[in-house]
């Protein structure tokens, strides 16, 4: 099968709906993504930032997977990083080389970026997560903190 792999912009907001759809369903969270789902203007202007990027992997103009990442400018020198904040594939389309897929895609537009790397986290238990990031980059042990906004 061949998939599209487009970065979404402005104008393309029943896509980044459809990429919302699969986010709920694959990280099993339909509360957090439709119990308060952002009006369509938010989402526009979202799509419309430079440091937003908006992946979706595409079958027939029907989004399948996908991921979101977030462009952070660096002050140490003139380049930046990209987070790899969400990265979903919707189950009926998983081992087929979706994922992979995206994340090359978006080491494509990373060069547009001035960015030096690309990081993302995986959570233990998430195996198929943690091969998929190994094969594609050095893993690096590190805690992660949420610190609660007052």
């Known amino acids: 099968m061949m998939y599209e792999y ?6 393309d907001l029943p896509l980044m709906q459809g990429l919302l759809h699969v986010f709920a369903h694959a990280f099993e969270e339909p509360d957090t993504f439709f119990s308060a789902p952002p009006r369509e203007s938010y989402l526009r202007q979202l799509l419309g930032r430079d440091n937003f990027i908006a992946l979706a992997a595409l079958q027939e103009n029907r989004v399948v997977g ?3 990442a977030y462009v952070l400018e ?3 020198q003139e380049r930046s990083e990209i987070y790899i904040y969400d990265l979903a594939v ?9 994922a992979t897929g995206l994340i090359r895609r978006l080491q494509e537009l990373a060069r547009s970026f001035h960015a030096w790397v690309i990081f993302v986290q995986a959570d233990p238990p998430d195996e198929p997560a943690i091969r998929l990031y190994a094969s594609l980059g050095t893993r690096e042990d590190v805690h992660h903190f949420d610190i609660p906004v007052t």
């Open 90 to 98: 919707a189950e009926a389309h998983r081992r087929k080389g979706i």
């Open 74 to 76: 660096k002050y140490e």
């Open 6 to 11: 487009r970065r979404l912009r402005a104008d």
């Open 66 to 68: 996908g991921l979101t």
